[in-house]
């Protein structure tokens, strides 16, 4: 009698242990399985590349924090209208419908937003980067801002006092190539000008644009009807005592096919054609890509 107990006991004992051991096993492999959300990421500008490092998932749900737009991609790229701290989510989801959570925060640079006026108030170019400057000092024109993000090509002269643009020749280069159209000694090392702007700039008077014409390079222009009214002008307007500044705006359209690059060359002069000096100094012309 006391065997039977004995072994009845051996046996519950054993098949516990069977037990213990499974339940052991389920749960080692019910961790094993389940998914753990983790992603790395970098950017280009607003431009982010998101990098997922989860493990365990068939299933992915970013949502990229600017109410805009989610995705399902695993390893999606995402170009962010708006800057400062984001928190991107990533939801990771296994075949069983366990899901697994983690959210960081990124960074995305500021977006700016420049609506150039001609109006004579400069507080619009703030945000836009100085395209060339005269370092010397001499001279009339100091300082050059091109903006051309929309319609038009737009242009903030500053300089001392003696910037009146009475009179200018402009010359613009739209084709990219230094060694192609007019070829003006005083930029020797790249001038290329398709365009010439003469006349007054600060009064949005009689001046006009011409075509260049010489296919050697030389003093050829043709000139391109009531084109006068395509350059905006401000007033000049005096910042301080020892600075003046104007805005200009010409249309995309007035340049012909622009390929990217814009150049300026200017030559002021009083209204007697006498020259007052050259913007930038040398070698050749202020460029932006556009």
């Not at 005083?186 to 000008?193: I, K, R, Y």
């Not at 359209?253 to 814009?262: A, H, K, P, Y």
Request: charged share 20%; glycine share 10%; proline share 3%.
């Amino acid at each position: 009698m006391k065997k039977m107990k004995l072994t009845k006991y051996i046996t519950m004992l054993v098949a516990l242990l069977l037990l213990a051991a499974c339940s052991s096993d389920n749960a080692s492999s019910d961790s094993a399985t389940k998914p753990v959300a983790d992603f790395s990421f970098t950017n280009d500008g607003s431009t982010f590349t998101f990098t997922n490092l989860s493990t365990n998932g068939t299933k992915y749900r970013w949502d990229f924090g600017d109410l805009y737009y989610v995705s399902t991609e695993k390893d999606p790229v995402y170009t962010y209208k708006i800057g400062g701290e984001i928190r991107v989510s990533l939801t990771v989801t296994n075949d069983a419908g366990e899901e697994s959570f983690i959210t960081k925060v990124i960074t995305a640079p500021k977006i700016i937003i420049i609506d150039i006026k001609i109006d004579g108030k400069f507080t619009d170019w703030d945000d836009v980067a100085v395209t060339d400057e005269n370092t010397s000092g001499n001279g009339s024109i100091q300082k050059i801002k091109i903006w051309a993000g929309g319609p038009n090509v737009n242009v903030y002269l500053e300089g001392n006092k003696k910037m009146l643009l009475e009179l200018v020749d402009m010359f613009i280069n739209t084709d990219g190539n230094t060694q192609t159209g007019f070829l003006h000694a005083n930029w020797a090392e790249g001038s290329g000008a398709e365009f010439l702007f003469e006349g007054p700039v600060v009064s949005n008077g009689w001046g006009a644009f011409y075509n260049h014409t010489d296919p050697s390079g030389g003093w050829g222009w043709s000139p391109i009807a009531g084109s006068g009214v395509n350059l905006k002008a401000s007033a000049l307007v005096s910042l301080n005592d020892t600075t003046n500044a104007l805005e200009f705006s010409i249309p995309k359209s007035q340049l012909g096919n622009l390929t990217g690059f814009i150049g300026i060359g200017i030559t002021e002069m009083t209204s007697g054609w006498s020259a007052v000096a050259n913007f930038p100094e040398a070698p050749k012309f202020s460029t932006l890509q556009l």
